[in-house]
């Protein structure tokens, strides 16, 4: 498989491009700056949580249509549709008997689209103790579960005031910080959701099976909900034909917490990527490439994706390639650079080129220790260039090269089998499966760049030289 795509890139781009380094290469990767791609993440991090059509999200948009400008590049500031938004400006929790356990909450994160709700002091109750459904009324209610739309709902009719929830309830994931989640996105929640990390949620079960004289939690929101349209940010570097190529990235915290590694670490990477070839284009050192390339900071996750695919029309068969950044700033385990989805027929071609980039380059000083292609595993904004998307969003459903570079996905380690014929000669592991590395501040209050891009900060350094490199090999050729 590899080697046909390989013999047919080699005629179209010409001799010797796809397996030796071009002198425009190492120009390229001599550029890349890791001080920049930190000092990207830490602004980006700063406005908050980024989400689509909130303040935050709207000054994210402006940061990155400012760097774009500056880049030189052509920039347009896509407004998706309205949508429903979520503000929280502040929020308080704690323990106010007994007094001992006044400092018990750290990290916690109130859920998105909890409402609003003025200082209230209630007792707790734990959802998991054999107790009285009629206790629950008038209480806080304490869960290691997951809190979805039916259980919300349940409490909220049973009379609790509020849900602490420290799910997944796993000892081994989520220790001292909490999983973000959120409720369903209405303004109609009448009880707010505080998610806090396993530990806390295990003291205070043990506190109240203890037999102690009873727990009481003080809580406060302010929040807002309304409505807003996301925006999307395209930086254009033109090219010689009117087909261009994507390197895109979704630019809010999905999640809704502070969203250093998923996704400030990819929006840092488009940024960088950006200014580096822009720079080359404009000092000489490469001519303008074949397509055009667009660089895009997607507002709102699969939202934003999906408005910029419907606009397109018959428009997307202009569309070459698509590569995408989500969460190329930390890994827990290894050094690994990976380019998804390989089991996509459509993806042969431009991974055989980030496969080729992953083996010529690895263990050089200021590359990767290890990288691979691996299978889809979903969601990602790439997804949305899949054919068989594409036809649900009645556009025509073109073969579109889409992958995903990344180096941590999800919160615990995977490994699962390689596709057939994929096999690198930069992957350490075994030859028949891929261990997907994770990040155990994945949709966490300490998505924190402290605990993350700036502890591997030569992750976004590698996804962007890799990438880079890639896009020089399919978008400008030998001509580089």
């Not at 303004?187 to 043990?206: A, H, V, W």
Request: aromatic content about 10%; glycine content about 10%; hydrophobic content about 40%.
């Amino acid at each position: 498989m590899q080697t046909y795509a390989a013999l047919l890139l080699t005629l179209l781009l010409g001799p010797g491009v796809l397996w030796s380094q071009h002198p425009s290469e190492k120009r390229f990767a001599s550029m890349v700056s890791e001080t920049i791609l930190q000092r990207h993440v830490g602004s980006l991090v700063k406005f908050g949580n980024r989400w689509g059509g909130t303040p935050s999200g709207n000054k994210a948009a402006e940061y990155v249509a400012a760097r774009f400008l500056e880049y030189g590049l052509d920039v347009e500031v896509i407004e998706d549709p309205v949508r429903a938004v979520y503000v929280h400006s502040a929020w308080g929790l704690r323990i106010v008997k007994p007094a001992r356990l006044g400092r018990v909450f750290r990290y916690e994160w109130l859920a998105g689209f909890s409402p609003a709700v003025s200082r209230t002091t209630a007792r707790l109750v734990d959802l998991e103790a054999d107790i009285p459904e009629s206790d629950i009324n008038g209480s806080v209610v304490l869960t290691d579960k997951f809190v979805p739309g039916d259980l919300y709902n349940d409490l909220v009719a049973e009379g609790a005031v509020a849900v602490l929830s420290f799910a997944p309830g796993d000892s081994g994931r989520y220790s001292d910080w909490a999983m973000i989640t959120h409720l369903e996105a209405t303004e109609k929640n009448t009880i707010p959701l505080f998610n806090i990390s396993f530990r806390n949620g295990m003291k205070l079960r043990r506190e109240m099976a203890g037999g102690g004289a009873g727990i009481e939690v003080e809580f406060s929101a302010r929040t807002q909900v309304s409505t807003g349209s996301p925006r999307t940010v395209v930086g254009t570097l033109k090219g010689s034909s009117d087909t261009f190529r994507i390197i895109c990235a979704h630019g809010d915290s999905d999640a809704g917490g502070p969203g250093a590694d998923d996704n400030a670490s990819g929006v840092a990477g488009v940024l960088e990527l950006a200014r580096v070839l822009s720079r080359m284009v404009n000092s000489g050192s490469v001519t303008g490439p074949r397509e055009s390339i667009k660089f895009i900071a997607w507002g709102a996750e699969y939202y934003s994706t999906e408005n910029f695919v419907k606009d397109l029309g018959n428009g997307i068969q202009q569309v070459k390639s698509v590569i995408n950044f989500d969460e190329i700033g930390f890994g827990a385990t290894r050094n690994c650079l990976y380019f998804e989805s390989n089991d996509e027929p459509q993806n042969e071609e431009l991974l055989t080129v980030l496969n080729a980039v992953g083996e010529e380059y690895v263990g050089e000083k200021g590359f990767w220790d290890e990288a691979t292609t691996n299978p889809s595993q979903g969601g990602t904004d790439s997804y949305v260039f899949f054919p068989a998307y594409l036809e649900r969003l009645n556009v025509p459903a073109v073969s579109i090269p889409s992958v995903t570079v990344y180096t941590a996905a999800w919160n615990e380690l995977k490994t699962i089998a390689q596709t057939p014929g994929w096999s690198s000669k930069a992957w350490k592991g075994h030859p028949d499966s891929v261990t997907i590395d994770f990040s155990p501040y994945y949709h966490s209050s300490r998505d924190i760049p402290g605990h993350t891009t700036e502890k591997e900060p030569f992750n976004m350094v590698w996804a962007v030289k890799a990438t880079g490199i890639a896009t020089l090999r399919v978008a400008w050729g030998r001509g580089s």
